[in-house]
């Protein structure tokens, strides 16, 4: 089962045409992928903050189906997939009540942080990706 993230809009998020800021949906997805960190037991600050290892993103893709307005609830519905040794990649599912108003794609290459090449995905990783799917 996926992981579902739960988010309201606000004004900050919009931009002068009053809906959300294409750019921010990206930043909207990034927290639901936080959230999901955390839901499995994982130290955000540790994930991020001078790791070994490290996710970047290397590749992201927005589609837009309704807007999406200040004070809208939403639910971000998130499912990772590993597509490659080293790279995965995170689904997301942007929904206002039952409708789906966007869907976004992140793809992520698991790198040695230190000298930046690529390296696999460790089986931790592997098994917490198992986990939200």
Do not use: W
């Not at 409708?99 to 696999?120: E, F, P, S, W």
Request: charged share 25%; net charge neutral.
């Amino acid at each position: 089962m996926s992981f579902t993230y739960n988010r309201t809009i606000r004004f900050q998020d919009t931009d002068a045409a009053g809906v959300v800021y294409f750019a921010n949906v990206l930043s909207i997805c990034h927290e639901a992928y936080e959230a999901a960190l955390e839901s499995l037991g994982i130290d955000i600050k540790q994930f991020f903050t001078n790791p070994s290892t490290a996710f970047p993103i290397v590749h992201a893709n927005v589609d837009f189906m309704s807007p999406m307005y200040c004070g809208d609830k939403l639910f971000v519905s998130l499912t990772p997939s590993k597509i490659r040794v080293e790279q995965f990649e995170i689904d997301y599912q942007i929904y206002i009540n039952d409708k789906l108003v966007g869907k976004a794609i992140t793809r992520h290459v698991c790198i040695d942080a230190t000298n930046r090449q690529k390296k696999g995905l460790s089986a931790e990783i592997v098994k917490c990706l198992e986990k939200l799917r």
